[in-house]
């Protein structure tokens, strides 16, 4: 098995309301040093070991369906699990 | 400034219907060596140098307010991002 770590966040170009509001709400609580917030998705997928090519796998389920690539960037990370 | 990566991600024990969903939706489209997926959230927090605790900072603003920690566990990375 695979365990594929996927990070979606959004472009830097791209306004984050989801972080504007935690950041607000961080300065309520009076942690001012919080200068900034952005938000993204974290996502473990577990792949089995007959999959064909890993790498366009993850490419094209993060494509398809994991991130809106039009506002959106992500990154993985693949780690092999060994049997349990 | 500092940069945080906190990771939120649900305990093991706790089903996830959103992971659930997405691990469908992927079978739908033949990506059937996709056994598992778990959903989680990803934050970006930039932090000022001035803070006094960096550590505790970032647990207490995790436990207050990005994570429940009954159902959800949290890590964090830090970097240190130089004068930009």
Partial sequence: ????????????????????AVKGSLHRLNYNEV???RIGKYMELTIDKSVADLNRTVREVCEKLLANTVIEDYRYEVEEVVAQ
Avoid at 6 to 12: A, D, K, Q, S
Avoid at 13 to 18: A, E, K, M, N, T
Wanted: a positive charge; aromatic letters at 8%; proline letters at 4%.
């Fill in 1 to 20: 098995m695979y365990k594929v770590k996927v990070f979606v966040t959004l472009r830097e170009s791209v306004l984050d309301p989801q972080g504007s």
């Fill in 35 to 37: 200068k900034d917030v």
